[in-house]
């Protein structure tokens, strides 16, 4: 595989006057054991030749020369480039998108940046899935070619007295904000306000600190009579990267669904990018600038009866902004995929935990329940060879796990997706960048898929919606039929009565579509 490093990477990766961060010190050392191949390319030395510091501009010149270097490669003109990636006001936003080309037109397999502004363009060009940033190249690392078991911690709902306000997990909080102990101390141990912790290893790994607000009281611009604040939000930094952010948020939208909030709102500092995007990847906008610098970011939550008609083409868009609502109209296709319990286990621990145990009890209780183990993303890929070519952006998934070890009992509907994309791939390197930062495969055991037949692997993007309160049980899905005879082997298409006979039975058990 071959990523091409954004300039700051590259130098930081090999500037002796600084400290290098773990993450990146990590990157480096398991791409020099492992068949991973780093590159720089020209734009990283026109970067380097602005600098009018001439002694500083031969050293970094010289950091760049240890890494091969692209030669020249054909790129689309400018005004192709701009329209896709975005205006180029200056030399170094042109350097910017000729390195986001050059992994656009799979010269190389990723784009390494920490550059957020080299991100937005990715996602303005439909190219997001091949540019990372290091912490997520080096979750991708350990994943494809370190397999190893990940035991998932819980997310704890706990009051804020059972944490350690000592841990230095919260260093950074103390950073920026001024009296932060006094306030965790006065507001948050004294009036037992809950929050949601992850721990890993015996260590806080991540913490969500809630308050339920009125309308009155809610310094937000959305209008209700139930708000949720989020005081708190943060992923130790050691942590980043194994997608927690997203279990908190998940846990967060969910809970605020389930209990009939109106919005959920918190502020957040500029610096921080990277969490300001995912909050804007589901629903969250800035609406003012507080007085210290900090962004008010606010998210109002769809409450009830349905919407107007939703233009196929917005409806990925519409779902994201609306999680965990989702659009269902009448051309919205609905599929049974089945699925072998240990691959249930893997993309869904969660719930494949509470069918092992027997728990089948909500996954959010009334009071806010925790789930026994989080699941470790809300965007998922599934891999299989269904021949169908129906699927499309928007259609419901309904997965239905199979007979198997450990889930003897357990032949029954749990979980519902809606598809954000699918695509086929004929080789590894294919799935590989296909299915970054989302795969719960690795290297290996992709090859092996990949080399089981001659057709093309299937790929399919989703959101994961909701777990049922009460998966539906074979017998149920025969006697309605739903299933007729047997269980599908491969991915089925719902039509008619078998559709409207599966949403009866998934409305008594989730009540989050639109």
Known sequence: MKLLLDTNVAIALEDSDVEVSPNAAAFARACGRLPVQLFVADPNYRDVARDRNWRRQRVFRSKLDKYPRLGPVQLPDRTVLERRFGAMRDDNDACDVELLA????????????EDRGIHRRAVRGGEAACVLDVTDALAWVHQTF???KVVLPHVEEVPAYAIDLGDSFFDSLRE????????????CVRSHRLCWAIRLRGRLAGIA?????????????DSGEKILKVCTFKIASEFQGEKFGEQLLKQVLWWADRNGFDAVYLTVY????????LLSEYGFEGTRRLDDGELLLERPMRRGPGCAAVP?????????RHYPRFYLGRATRTFCVPIRPAYHERLFPEVSVRLQMDLFRELLGDAGGRSMTP???????????????????????????????GFQDSQCITTL?????????????????????????????????????????????????????????????????VFLGHPPQTIMECREKRRRSLHQALGREVDVWQ
Request: glycine share 8%.
């Open 102 to 113: 050059m992994a656009a037109a799979k010269v190389v397999d990723f784009l390494i940046t």
């Open 146 to 148: 370190e397999p190893s």
């Open 176 to 187: 920026d904000y001024a009296g932060f102990d006094e306030w965790f101390t006065e507001k």
């Open 209 to 221: 600190i809630r308050k339920e607000e009125t309308g009155e009281e809610a310094d937000c611009v």
């Open 270 to 277: 500029p610096k921080h990018g990277q969490l300001i995007d």
């Open 312 to 320: 196929l083409e917005d409806v990925v868009q519409w779902n994201r």
């Open 375 to 405: 699941g470790n993303t809300i965007r998922k890929v599934y891999l299989c060879r269904a021949g169908t070519r129906r699927l499309r952006p928007g259609d419901l998934l309904a997965f239905y796990v199979s007979k198997g070890p």
């Open 417 to 481: 997706g809606v598809v954000e994309g699918v695509a086929e791939a004929e080789s590894v390197e294919e799935v590989v960048r296909a299915t970054a930062r989302r795969s719960v495969f690795s290297f290996s055991e992709l090859q092996e898929l990949v080399g089981e037949s001659e057709a093309p692997l299937k790929i399919i993007d989703f959101l994961l919606v909701a777990h049922l309160r009460t998966p539906i049980a074979l017998d149920e899905l025969t006697s309605s039929g």
